[in-house]
């Protein structure tokens, strides 16, 4: 197969998948409960989400516990138990970072929960 013909059916091929994925369809809570021929039904259930959070994966409380961590772990023993201390300080204090920003997260209201409807 030559290079013009390979980007063809390369095209056709994605043209393929992007129909698939935009003929899946969403259900809301309207469709609770409705029934489908193969024996499949609207199934709705309520989701606690997070919303409206600017880090929702709490990568700057982990990435500023690291530091802090790493810098006081830095300050402790000498040669190798050195290095070591600096490392555990840094998982530990990246580990409490994400902890604290978690909590933060959730005291300032940041969950909320939803409706979410799937076809099962």
Known sequence: MNIKASKWVLCA???TIASAASAQHGYGPEDEGRRFDDGTRVVCENVEVQRNSKDPNRIAGTATGAVVGGLLGNQI???????????GGAVAGGAAGRAIQGNHQ????????????VRR
């Open 13 to 15: 091929g994605l043209l």
């Open 77 to 87: 023993g000498g040669g190798t138990g050195k290095k070591l201390a600096t490392v």
């Open 106 to 117: 959730v005291d300032n209201g940041d969950r909320v929960v939803e409706k979410r409807c």
